[in-house]
């Protein structure tokens, strides 16, 4: 026996190259048995040798038969492994002189072995394909999903099981599955749908969900539909948990309209917050905008240092913030100039800025050292007509009058 190098693939898996072929030689009863590749080279062989004839069989789609002159008969068949690039020849042999019958009879059951084990090679090719798909979807957090119309049965993969933290492969209805949707995310899933079953085409969106476990995720859901002559017969796609993701970019997002210093929103959040002053972006409009500015923070860092300074800055954004509504954006615009964004769905607490004022009465304590730090306001509420920066300028000649009124006070715009 002779066996070249790398033994070819296109033997089954679950059994040596050897032993695969020898299977199919003791079933028909014949001494010899090899595999030839395309091109006609012997790959392995056992049993019997072929000696030193030069064998090359009548090739054809069926198999072929073959009596060579010193008597030995032979059959090849055909044969595509699942696991081959291209068809590989299987020759059998004996050293007796076989009628033709006995060849054809011969030809016929090891064609019927070999396309069995064929099958059995696809099945498994396939199975293991299937597997890999489903452990690549799993590491991706992905499942595929199908619902069947208009009975609406559904069927998913083992990773849409483990998105929702069910048990796999158990029978679930789509009413329950809807039910660990957000009110919010079912409401515009079932309005997409409808849609897409009307028009024969697919939607995206992203939906939160709390799983049967009871933690919360945010999964991507793709959607196509199928369908027999314009008749809706399926809807199906693909589910992927991006709540890692979300997460990502909303700290992404945090950090880029944060105040690293003070930890509260910087002027890109605040210019986005007043450039939607009328809340056509958002579910609130901006109600009022207050202009706060440190009286003579100067004197702090020019006598106490810019390490105080940076404390008189912290210390100034938790007293802001501990005395506005829970609803009100407060930022810092840079330097020593905050601001504070009230929402328009209260009427203005005209009380607010003489309760900002007073939680400046403390003094600031930097190390054994204190401070009585002052600040001035600026309020313009926001009229019907008002623009983004019709509004700032309202605030900044309020805060300029409050300034000029001697400090420590707050100044309402008027418009005259």
């Not at 995720?217 to 709540?243: E, F, M, W």
């Not at 109600?287 to 390490?307: P, R, S, Y």
């Not at 007073?358 to 309020?379: E, L, N, Q, T, Y």
């Amino acid at each position: 026996m002779s066996q070249s190098q790398p033994l070819i693939s296109a033997l089954h898996r679950l059994q040596s190259d050897e032993e695969w072929l020898d299977t199919v030689r003791m079933a028909i009863g014949w001494e010899g048995a090899g595999l030839q590749s395309a091109d006609g080279a012997w790959q392995i062989h056992i049993g019997l040798s072929l000696s030193d004839i030069d064998y090359s069989p009548i090739r054809s789609d069926e198999g072929t038969v073959h009596t060579l002159p010193n008597g030995m008969s032979l059959i090849g068949v055909p044969f595509l492994s699942a696991y081959a690039t291209e068809p590989h020849w299987c020759v059998f042999w004996t050293y007796e002189r076989r009628s033709p019958a006995d060849l054809y009879q011969a030809l016929a059951k090891a064609t019927a072995l070999l396309a069995k084990s064929a099958l059995g090679q696809h099945r498994k090719a396939a199975d293991h394909h299937a597997e890999l798909v489903e452990r690549a979807a799993a590491t991706a957090r992905i499942g595929v999903w199908g619902c069947t119309l208009p009975d609406e049965t559904l069927s998913w993969s083992d990773g849409v099981y483990d998105l929702f933290e069910l048990p796999r492969r158990t029978i679930v209805s789509r009413d329950e599955v809807l039910r660990l949707y957000s009110a919010e995310s079912a409401a515009e899933l079932e309005q997409r749908r409808a849609r897409a079953i009307e028009t024969l085409t697919g939607f995206s969106m992203d939906a939160d969900i709390i799983t049967a476990k009871g933690n919360k995720r945010i999964l991507r859901i793709t959607a196509a539909i199928d369908h027999i002559n314009g008749v809706p017969t399926q809807i199906y796609g693909v589910k992927q948990d991006i709540t890692a993701e979300h997460a990502l970019v909303e700290q992404t997002r945090l950090l880029a309209e944060t105040d690293p210093l003070t930890g509260i929103a910087n002027r890109i959040r605040f210019q986005s917050c007043l450039d939607d002053l009328h809340g056509r972006s958002k579910p609130q409009a901006v109600g009022a905008l207050l202009l706060v500015d440190l009286d003579k923070f100067k004197t702090i860092n020019d006598t106490l240092g810019h390490l105080a300074g940076d404390a008189c800055l912290i210390e100034t954004a938790r007293r802001l913030k501990a005395v506005v509504p829970p609803s009100a954006l407060v930022a810092r615009l840079g330097g020593d100039e905050f601001a504070i964004v009230t929402d328009a769905s209260e009427p203005f607490d005209h009380t607010l800025p003489n309760t900002v004022l007073a939680a400046f009465a403390a003094p600031m304590m930097f190390g054994d050292k204190s401070c009585r730090i002052g600040i001035s306001i600026g309020v313009a509420v926001r009229q019907a007509d008002d623009v983004a920066d019709t509004l700032y300028h309202s605030a900044d000649l309020a805060l300029y009058q409050a300034k000029e009124s001697g400090r420590g006070t707050w100044r309402l715009f008027r418009d005259s």
